[in-house]
């Protein structure tokens, strides 16, 4: 498939030169989304507020378009790049890029559920839909913990590590220790596949039945272990390849 030439407008070249302020008041982004709304925005003119203002000779807009141009107009591509890469285009500096990842962080926050709540945590899809934000948009591996009472109610999920694109290291030790300090019943284990891929590794299965042994030792259950990558989830459990435990799809913790 033939890549597509993104406009003038896209890339900014159109605008390079014109100040926001000398534009038509229905064309500069604050403007228009206080009278239109911001769901009415381009993601380039809501980019550019982000921005604040431009450079002598480049505008927002245009800074703008091109950090859309160097992610491909994907802002989950946005939302991954880190703060060096988004300093090293020019006019963006990294009072710019701290602004971007922190915007983007709180889109990610906002999937998240509030911390008062302690949702009943009954099935893998249950935990999906609870923790997907964890690793949403993350370029690099995460592992975490999600530990559950007698009566299955989440208590708390503690992230043990992050990696590098295919792999991280979890101490065992570190997430049996988490959950006597939450006085859990039960966890399950989770990280993610940056890949796309959600086929478990060895290195997988290994820690899951090195992790559960442990576990048995201390008179707690290791009910799953979730695999993440982005929008999809694969379960140990629903597929029955937890060491211990026959599984069935979207099986019943309780």
Request: charged share 20%.
């Amino acid at each position: 498939m033939p890549i597509r030439t993104p406009p003038e407008s896209e890339t900014g070249q159109g605008i390079t030169n014109q100040s926001i302020k000398n534009l038509p008041p229905e064309q500069r982004p604050r403007e228009k989304l206080i009278r239109h709304g911001r769901e009415n925005l381009e993601d380039r003119e809501l980019l550019a507020i982000l921005l604040g203002n431009g450079t002598a000779h480049h505008s927002a807009l245009a800074l703008a378009a091109q950090i859309l141009q160097m992610c491909r107009n994907d802002l989950r591509t946005l939302a991954q790049m880190h703060i060096q890469q988004l300093s090293q285009l020019s006019g963006i500096g990294q009072a710019k890029a701290i602004k971007i990842a922190a915007a983007m962080e709180l889109g990610r926050r906002v999937f998240s559920p509030p911390t008062e709540d302690k949702p009943t945590i009954r099935s893998s899809l249950d935990l999906f839909e609870c923790c997907k934000s964890i690793f949403m948009n993350k370029g690099h591996e995460v592992f975490a913990v999600a530990l559950l009472n007698q009566a299955h109610r989440l208590l708390g999920v503690e992230q043990i590590s992050e990696g590098g694109i295919s792999f991280t290291a979890a101490d065992p030790r570190i997430i049996l220790k988490l959950a006597l300090d939450y006085r859990a019943s039960g966890l399950i284990l989770m990280h993610n596949h940056p890949s796309g891929n959600l086929q478990p590794s060895d290195a997988d299965r290994e820690l899951t039945q090195k992790v559960e042994s442990a576990a048995k030792l201390l008179d707690l259950r290791v009910l799953d272990h979730l695999i993440f990558a982005q929008h999809r989830y694969f379960s140990f459990a629903d597929q029955g390849i937890m060491p211990s435990v026959n599984g069935r799809s979207q099986r019943n913790f309780t």
